[in-house]
Nanobody, 130 residues
Framework: QVQLAESGGGSVLTGDSLTLTCAAS????????TAWFRQAPGKEREFVAI????????FYAGSVKGRFTASRDNAKNSVYLTMNSLQPEDTATYYC???????????????????????WGQGTQVTVSS
């Protein structure tokens, strides 16, 4: 099992940047592929990005591709989400999630479905104001 804790959220202005951190404990983190999701009030949880256990492979939702970057440092048991050019529509609670298995599945649905991930953090709030 792995325990996850997000940090780094905050209130920023349109066009600003922010980096979220997902800190893991309890298991060998490189064995887990890790994803970022977000949920805005009244909306369903939305896939943002996924990174393989080694960090060599990533996959992004179309709405954030080119603006957000997922990375990881397994020596620090941490995954990061660097968010650039933030927009008000990026306002949400951001969650990291993990599943045992380092390699990204070929199916985009398997990558992006919240049901694929048994381990979740508590979330961190990101608010972008215009």
């Amino acid at each position: 099992q792995v325990q996850l804790a997000e940090s780094g959220g905050g209130s920023v202005l349109t066009g600003d940047s922010l980096t979220l951190t997902c800190a893991a404990s309890g298991s060998t983190f490189s064995n887990y592929r890790t994803a970022w999701f977000r949920q805005a009030p009244g909306k369903e949880r939305e896939f943002v990005a996924i990174i393989s256990g080694s960090g060599a492979a990533t996959f992004y939702a179309g709405s954030v591709k080119g603006r957000f970057t997922a990375s990881r440092d397994n020596a620090k048991n941490s995954v990061y989400l660097t968010m650039n050019s933030l927009q008000p529509e990026d306002t949400a609670t951001y969650y990291c999630a993990a599943v045992l298995g380092a390699v990204l599945p070929p199916s985009s649905r398997a990558r992006s479905s919240p049901n694929s991930y048994p381990y979740w953090g508590q979330g961190t709030q990101v608010t972008v104001s215009s």
